[in-house]
């Protein structure tokens, strides 16, 4: 699962520290399994993104299929 | 769940069984398939299919009595299938078919057939094909009996001969000129390992066995005229081919009796509907013989037999490519992955549960009884999808709690004869006709009518959730209870088919027969004779008292009414039964469409739910209380539909002005945001409808968002994104500030916890 933000540096900062967002490595959790994610995430506040493409798309995918196991 | 159950359920289904046609051929040739490629064309296969079971096919295949055709369901005043004029197509045109066969290996056993006529050619072709060394005695000069008499337009000799010698080259031995009197049998009888006499005539009476064909004589076997008493080809066929069965099993010392229930001519018990099958006269041969495109359009008029009748009436069971056999040997699999995906959950839970297959079904096969089981197995091993009912669960606790559950009697009164329970969809829909009809009961009927607003578990119970469904219905229980155990009386038909069954004693009416006694208020609009179609709610399948009230009451308010082709027990249902409208939206609106076209007219429902969805997808439909409360005007049954949100919002709206104008009581819930302005367009909303975000959700971000400064920004547009997460769903909101709103640029959602770093 990956965050598609190649080549374009994000829109959006940190409201609480106004801070660029930065790609690194994010946990995340379904139903018992476990994953890492490249995400944007505010490297001083450590809020983390998900754009709507990841949460409908690969997001999605693997949730489902988590719950079909 | 219980495998046996389910297996049992499965040996019900009589779809597999053949077709008459089959059934009453003695030696079972699949009628049904060679017909079949002979639609298509495809002679060859046919005289494949036709071989597999016809012995000596190229002779049989054209004198066959075909008993077949008295028996097939087209056999309306003389026009079944020329089942035997086809067969003699498939010989003519398809004999040249390359069929492969595997020698058989030679068996050391020697069989001896008396008489060269139908069955004894039979039992030695098929002992033959067995592997066994046959001898033919035959005491004229050529083997063929009653065959050799038949008229040369139907079997010319020439062709006998051809076929016969076929026999010898494969290497059975004809014995001409050789008559077998009883004493030679003896002799024979001790050389030979077993005889079969199909002599047609014998001057010794012996008994034999109707299964077996064996007579007295152990070894010896009989059959033919003899046995079947009949100048039948296809009898003796018959005979002589279970001869054979008889004479392999007796040399290998097996038993001659198990399993033969089904040899020769058995009655179908395959049900096939007819009623709206045209038959077209029968196709006559122009020249004596079929061509072949007058084969293939004879071979058209057959209806290929099937019952399928639930698969017919369900686009689920369309859909899916079920029928409720291969249905349940799904589900058992599904039940049993213990590694891997299990790939038919989504299946489980596309099912309405509407129960109109078992409606139709001859052997009462109902699917929503296995597909609830079902559900209630995976949810008790933790295996039901949890995104799947997520959303109509939490939806069910907040109908159930302090924004809209409400209990009490009627104002000024402390006891109830009577309670209204309207229902949670109705109250969402139609608030402004609850307190109307409220209103019109407390003064219809006397003894008090006390008010219980909630949900009645439907949601859990189509979720498989049984002990949340359970407890649901137990707190019902003791509500009706403290209310003194009134009569209950609802508007939905769901609420009143779950508390007819998981109440016990319960006394309950439903609200359109209490209309239908005790006549319509004052000022319902006349119809003036518009034709509508009603439907009826699934729910009310068994229900023909709550159907027939709703039909009076449209015909008291002068509407025609139009029964359709699935009306009353065989009702269908409108896409919204067993949660589907919830896991599975693309088909859910398949089977609301499936509803519409059965009929051009407006519908009229009962059922809040039914109504909200023919509406939505743009059939034109009243509520009963539309007819009843409504302006009379043609706009109401196209009214605005609800969102999921608006749903809510009007649930408690509903019990917010009902308290403070029946009872004088204030509601006092406050929501910390419920009163930022929001601002969301068509597309958006029609977005988040189908992705189950509700305003409050969408609310709540902001809020929390606005309070805290937890999100993100873009300086290009002044744009926001925001998330919170609730329960187990994390909403994400982008939005901008306008003034003292919020425009809502989007909004989605997922469940999949992110940790953090």
Known sequence: MKQNNKGKKSKWFCSKCGGPLEEGPVKAEYLGGNFEIELLECPKCKNVLITQELAAGQMLEVEKSLEDK | ?757
């Open chain 2, 1 to 757: 769940m219980d495998l046996e159950k389910l297996l049992s359920m499965q040996k019900l289904c009589i779809n597999d069984n053949p077709a008459a046609c089959v059934t009453e051929c003695p030696i079972h040739v699949d009628v049904k398939g060679f017909i079949c490629e002979i639609r298509k064309g495809n002679f060859e296969e046919a005289y494949r299919i036709l071989k597999k079971r016809m012995p000596f096919i190229n002779v049989i295949g054209l004198v066959c009595d075909h008993p077949c055709e008295a028996l097939c369901v087209t056999n309306t005043s003389g026009n079944a299938i020329s089942i035997h004029e086809l067969e003699k197509a498939v010989v003519i045109y398809g004999s040249i078919a390359k069929i492969k066969t595997l020698p058989m290996p030679k068996v050391d056993k020697k069989i001896a057939v008396i008489g060269g006529g139908i069955s004894g050619i039979i039992c030695a072709y098929d002992l033959n094909q067995k592997g066994y060394s046959v001898d033919i005695y035959e005491k004229e000069n050529e083997i063929g009996g009653s065959l050799l008499n038949m008229p040369e337009i139907i079997l010319n000799p020439k062709l006998i001969k051809e076929e016969i010698i076929k026999l010898e080259e494969q290497g059975i031995e004809i014995k001409l000129n050789q008559e077998i009197t009883p004493e030679k049998l003896k002799d024979i009888t001790l050389e030979y390992d077993a005889v079969f006499i199909g002599s047609g005539e014998w001057n010794e009476k012996f008994n034999v066995d109707e299964v077996t064909m064996q007579t007295d004589t152990e070894k010896v076997f009989a059959g033919g005229r003899i046995v079947s008493g009949c100048e039948s080809v296809i009898q003796s066929v018959q005979t002589g081919r279970c001869a054979a069965v008889s004479i392999d099993r007796f040399v290998y010392k097996k038993s001659l009796t198990a399993l033969r229930e089904k040899e020769g001519s058995y009655k179908s018990i395959l049900k096939v509907d007819m009623e709206n099958e045209k038959i077209s006269p029968r196709i006559k041969p122009e020249n004596g013989t079929f061509t072949k495109e007058e084969a293939i359009n004879d071979a058209l008029r057959c209806v290929q037999c099937e019952c399928h009748k639930c698969v017919k009436a369900c686009v689920h069971l369309q859909k899916e490519k079920l029928d409720p056999k291969a249905y349940i040997r799904t589900i058992n699999q599904n039940e049993r992955i213990i590694l891997g995906d299990h790939y038919a959950n989504k299946t489980i839970n596309s099912c309405t549960e509407c129960g109109l297959c078992g409606a139709v079904c001859p052997t009462s096969i109902n699917m929503a009884d296995i597909i609830k089981e079902t559900r209630i197995s995976m949810v008790s091993r933790n295996k039901m999808p949890l995104s799947a009912h997520d959303f109509a669960l939490k939806d069910m606790e907040f109908t159930n709690s302090k924004y809209f559950e409400l209990i009490k009697h009627q104002p000024g009164k402390n006891n109830s004869k009577y309670v209204f329970y309207p229902g949670c969809q109705l109250s969402a829909t139609y608030s402004e006709y609850v307190i109307k009809t409220y209103n019109y009961l407390m003064e219809k009927l006397d003894g008090g009518v006390g008010l219980y607003l909630g949900c009645c578990g439907a949601p859990a119970k189509w979720a498989g959730r049984q002990e949340q469904f359970d407890s649901s219905i137990e707190k019902i229980k003791l509500n009706l209870e403290k209310l003194g155990n009134p009569i209950v009386i609802t508007a939905c038909s769901t609420c009143f088919s779950n508390f007819g069954e998981n109440l016990k004693n319960i006394r309950i009416k439903s609200l359109w027969d209490i209309f239908d006694e005790k006549g319509l208020p004052l000022g319902a609009k006349s119809g003036n004779g518009k034709i509508l179609a009603v439907h009826d709610a699934c729910t009310t399948r068994n229900e023909k008292g709550i159907q027939e009230s709703i039909r009076n009451i449209a015909k008291r308010l002068n509407y025609k009414i139009e029964e359709p082709e699935f009306t009353k027990k065989n009702t269908k249902c409108c896409g919204y039964g067993g949660l589907v409208y919830y896991t599975n939206k693309e088909f859910s609106r398949e089977v609301t469409q499936d509803r519409i076209k059965d009929s051009g007219n407006d519908f009229l429902a009962y059922c809040a739910m039914c109504r909200d969805l023919f509406v939505l997808k743009g059939k034109k439909t009243y509520h009963i209380l539309d007819l009843i409360y409504g302006s009379g005007k043609e706009e109401i049954s196209d009214m605005k539909v609800p969102t999921l949100s608006d749903r809510r919002s009007n649930r408690i709206k509903l019990k917010k002005e009902l308290l403070d104008s029946l009872w004088g009581e204030k509601m006092e819930i406050k929501d910390e945001y419920n009163d930022i302005k929001i601002v969301i367009g068509q597309e958006l909303r029609n977005k988040i409808e189908d992705e189950l975000i509700l305003d409050g959700d969408i609310k709540r971000v902001i809020g929390y968002a606005e309070k805290t400064n937890d999100s993100f920004y873009n300086p290009e547009n002044g744009h926001i994104l925001a998330w919170k997460r609730f329960v187990n769903i994390t909403f994400w909101v982008e939005y901008k500030k306008v003034n003292d709103s919020f425009n809502i640029i989007n909004a989605y959602s997922h469940r999949m916890e992110v940790k953090g770093v």
